[in-house]
């Protein structure tokens, strides 16, 4: 069983950057696909993004297309979420998460394996 943990959550200015790591152990890490999602006050957790096992395979939910980028490091054990030109609407506990093998979906009732969270708030 894979344990996630993720980190690099802060404040930050609308139009700034930040990067989120998720640290995994536990498990056989590059047989793994990897997805971020987050949860904004009062809102349900959604979708942002997930990357394939191998890394050659992301996709994006429509709010952080081209802004948001997913990565992956398998000599690290850790994936990585950069996020540039944030927004307020940004804001949000941003959760990284893990399933076995290839899962080509943002539907978070297929991965398994949930971090605690990291907060990201975003200032005007």
């Known amino acids: 069983q894979v344990q996630l943990v993720e980190s690099g959550g802060g404040l930050v200015q609308a139009g700034g950057s930040l990067r989120l790591s998720c640290a995994a152990s536990?498990?056989?890490?590059?047989?793994?696909?990897m997805g971020w999602f987050r949860q904004a006050p009062g809102k349900g957790r959604v979708f942002v993004g997930y990357i394939s096992w191998t890394g050659s395979s992301t996709n994006y939910a429509d709010s952080v297309k081209g802004r948001f980028t997913i990565s992956r490091d398998n000599a690290k054990n850790t994936v990585y979420l950069q996020m540039n030109s944030l927004k307020l609407e940004d804001t949000a506990v941003y959760y990284c998460?893990?399933?076995?093998?290839?899962?080509?979906?943002?539907?978070?009732?297929?991965?398994?394996?949930w971090g605690q969270g990291t907060q990201v708030t975003v200032s005007s």
């Open positions: 998460a893990a399933t076995r093998g290839p899962y080509y979906s943002g539907n978070q009732d297929g991965y398994p394996y």
């Open positions: 536990g498990g056989t890490f590059d047989s793994y696909t």
